[in-house]
């Protein structure tokens, strides 16, 4: 059985702040991996991809990916109230293997 | 930007009875999916389809649950014999190619009484 396992949090950081995300997986043949970002009661929204080892960086996102380690990471630099949400870890392991979400409050 | 649609946002349904989700894919996208979140729980793969077949599916995807992409444009989730359970919100998605980013609908709210 693959696994996609995130701390549920609530992860709570001020305005301006750093938030930090992480996510391990279990299938160490995975090779896409994704977050996404998800207000209540909305659908997921792609916010980052990542299929390299290293960082990708978008905007205030940088995703990290350690194979070797099996993890995978997101950074939000200078955090905002809007920021503040569910975000799901996902890995393509021939489906999208998601994560149980970390809630995120970012409070002014 | 192109987006995945799906109707009805909300549907409420008795016990028994079928059920039709509606997506319709953007336009260029060759690989289409379902998912579906329970209240307060992950969200969890059903089915993939591509070239007008399932290409994978889960253990929830069983006999009740079918796919169709009856016309060039739409992609349909049909539960038979709904359950209490089969409530849930079930999100469609599709992408380009198989294991590029998946871009997912508003959702359909399912609400079995």
């Known amino acids: 059985q693959k696994e996609v396992e995130q701390n549920s949090g609530p992860l709570s950081v001020p305005e301006g702040a750093i938030a930090s995300l992480n996510c391990t997986y279990s299938d160490r043949g995975s090779q896409s991996f994704f977050w996404y970002r998800q207000y209540s009661g909305k659908s997921p929204e792609l916010i980052m991809f990542?299929?390299?080892?290293g960082d990708k960086e978008d905007g205030r996102f940088t995703a990290q990916l350690n194979k070797a380690s099996q993890y995978v990471s997101l950074l939000i630099r200078d955090s905002q109230p809007s920021d503040s949400a569910t975000y799901l870890c996902?890995?393509?392991?021939?489906?999208?293997?998601f994560g149980q979400g970390t809630e995120l409050s970012v409070k002014p | 930007e192109p987006e995945v649609t799906q109707t009805p946002s909300h549907q409420v349904t008795q016990m028994g009875q079928e059920v039709i989700l509606r997506c319709v894919p953007i336009s260029n996208h060759l690989y289409f999916y379902w998912y579906r979140q329970i209240l307060g729980q992950k969200v969890e793969f059903l089915v993939s389809?591509?070239?007008?077949?399932?290409?994978?599916k889960s253990e929830i995807f069983d006999d009740q649950f079918s796919v169709e992409r009856p016309d060039g444009s739409n992609f349909t989730l049909k539960i038979r014999s709904t359950k209490l359970e089969d409530s849930a919100m079930y999100f469609c998605?599709?992408?380009?190619?198989?294991?590029?980013?998946?871009?997912f609908g508003d959702g359909t709210r399912l609400s079995i009484l």
């Open positions: 996902a890995v393509w392991g021939g489906k999208l293997i």
């Open positions: 990542i299929y390299s080892n």
């Open positions: 389809f591509y070239n007008n077949e399932i290409s994978e």
């Open positions: 998605a599709s992408s380009g190619e198989q294991d590029q980013p998946q871009h």
